[in-house]
C-alpha cells in the first residue's frame, strides 16, 4: 500500500516487510511518524478540543426553538461526545489524516441563533442532516475538489495563517486573557467587566500552562504542549481545592476531584429528527437560505482547516492537496448527518487538530485515539470536565502561534497577492468565522487579479466562488 507525500516528507527508511500491518495501514512509518507521535498527537488534540463536549450544550440548550422547547443539556452533553467520537474514528480509518471532527463553531451558531428561532429542534436537525447530504453529493460530482484545486498557492497559505490567528484569539477568549472591550474598544485584556487588567487565578493558570509549554518547545521537548494543558491542569485542581474558588470562576470545565468518575449516558436525543418539517414550518424560501449557509459555513470552514492541517502536518504536496482528500471530504460530509442525526450539530473537521499536528501526529491512527476518547467521554464525562478551559486554551495559542510560520512564504512583493492574502488573515480573527474570511479574500484576490489584467489567471470557478460569496454576504440587505 502506498501513497503520495508532501514535499517534506521523508521515505520511510525501514524495508515494508519489518513494519506491521497497523503501521502500513495508518501509513506511520511511510510519513515519518510513529505510534508514540501518534498516541500523544490523539491524546493532545482531544485536550484541546475537549471543551466542545462542554461548549455545545450550553450553547444549544440555552436557545429555545420556535414552540419554545429546549433541547436538554444532558442529552446533548451524551449526544456531543458520540458524535465526535464516531466521526472522527470514521475520519482516521477512512480518511487516514490527522483529523479530528467535533460539533463545528460556525455551523452550531446558525443551528442555535438563525435556525430554531424560526422551526422546531428536530425540523433544524433535519436541515443538518441534508447539509451533510449537500456535501457529500459536491463531493461525489468533483465540485468539492474542484474548488481546493482552484484556490491560488498563496491564497491557502493566507487561510491557514488566519485559522491560525483566530485559534489563538478562541483561546485567549476561552482563558479570560482577552475579552470584549468596555467603551467602545473590540478587546481588551482581561475579562469582561476587569477593567482591561489581568486578574484571577484561572488566569496564573493560563499563564503558567503557556510559559511551560512555550519553555519546552523551545527545548524541543517531545509532548511539549500536552505537558503544558496537564501541567495547568494540575496546578488548577491544586488552587481550586486549597483557596475553594467559586466554581464559576473558570471558564469552562471545574478543575475539581469529581465524587464519581463515572455518569450515566442519557441517548435520548438519537434519531430525533424531522427530514421535512422545516420546509413547511418556516417556508421553502427560508428553509433553503439557512440551508445554503449551514452548507456554505461548513463548507469553507472544513475546507480551510483541511488545507491548514494538511500544510501543518507536512503530508501535503506542492499545491497543497491532501492525500485521500475524497475519503476525507466524504467523511465530512457523513459527519454532518451525523451532527443531525444525533441533535448535536453539525460534527464537521475540527480546527483544533492542529494542536495534536504540532505535537507529531501525521496519520489517522491519532485520530482513532482521540476519537476513542470521545467515545469513552460519554461515560466518564466527570473527568474530562476537570480539564478547564484556562488549559486547554494554551494547545490553541501555541498551535496559532506555529501556523503563522508560513506567513513569510507568502509572495506579498505581489499586490494581488498581499491585498487578498491580508484581508484573509484578518478577517478570520476579527469576524469570528472562518467562511468569511475566505469569502473576502477570493473576492479580493479575483477583483484585483482582474484589475491587473490577468484574466486568465484567476480562473471562472474563482469568479463563480466570488458570486456565490457576494450574494452570500449581501443577503441580509436584501432581506433575505
Known sequence: MTESHGTGARPNPRPGADRSWLDRFFFVSARNSSFTQEVRGGLTTFMAMAYIIVLNPIVLSQVADVNGDHLSAGQLTTMTALAAGLVTIMMGVVGRAPIACAAALGVMAVVAYQAAPVMAWP??????????????????TGVRTAVMNALPHDLKLAIGVGIGLFVSLIGLTNAGFVSAGEGGGLLQLGSEGGGGHLDGWP???????????????????????????????????????????????????????????????????????????????????????????????????????????????????????????????????????????????????????????????RTGLASVVTGLLFLSAVFFAPVFGMVPAEAASVAMVLVGAMMMMHVGQIAWSDVSVAVPAFLTIAIMPFAYDIASGIGVGIIAYTVVRSAQGRFREVGWLMWIMSAVFAFHFAMHALGL
Not at 123 to 140: F, K, N
Not at 281 to 300: D, H, N, R, Y
Not at 301 to 320: F, V
Open 123 to 140: 425540523e433544524v436537525m433535519g436541515l443538518v442532516v441534508w447539509q451533510g447530504v449537500a456535501i457529500i453529493l459536491m463531493v461525489v
Open 203 to 361: 488566569i496564573l493558570v493560563f499563564v503558567v500552562g503557556l510559559v511551560l509549554a512555550s519553555v519546552l518547545l523551545a527545548r524541543n521537548v517531545p509532548g511539549a504542549i500536552f505537558y503544558g494543558i496537564v501541567g495547568a491542569t494540575v496546578l488548577a485542581v491544586v488552587l481550586h481545592a486549597a483557596l475553594r474558588l467559586d466554581p464559576d470562576s473558570w471558564g469552562g470545565g471545574v478543575p475539581a476531584l469529581p465524587s464519581s468518575p463515572v455518569s450515566t449516558p442519557d441517548f435520548g436525543l438519537l434519531f430525533q429528527v424531522d427530514l421535512f418539517g422545516a420546509w413547511t414550518t418556516a417556508g421553502p424560501t427560508t428553509a433553503g437560505i439557512i440551508l445554503f449557509t449551514l452548507v456554505l459555513a461548513g463548507f469553507f470552514d472544513a475546507l480551510g482547516t483541511i488545507l491548514a492541517i494538511g500544510t501543518k502536518a507536512n503530508i501535503a504536496d506542492r499545491d497543497g492537496q491532501m492525500p485521500r482528500v475524497n475519503q476525507i471530504l466524504v467523511t465530512d460530509g457523513a459527519g454532518a448527518m451525523t451532527g443531525g442525526l444525533t441533535s448535536s450539530s453539525a460534527t464537521l473537521v475540527f480546527v483544533e487538530s492542529t494542536a495534536g499536528v504540532s505535537e507529531g501526529a
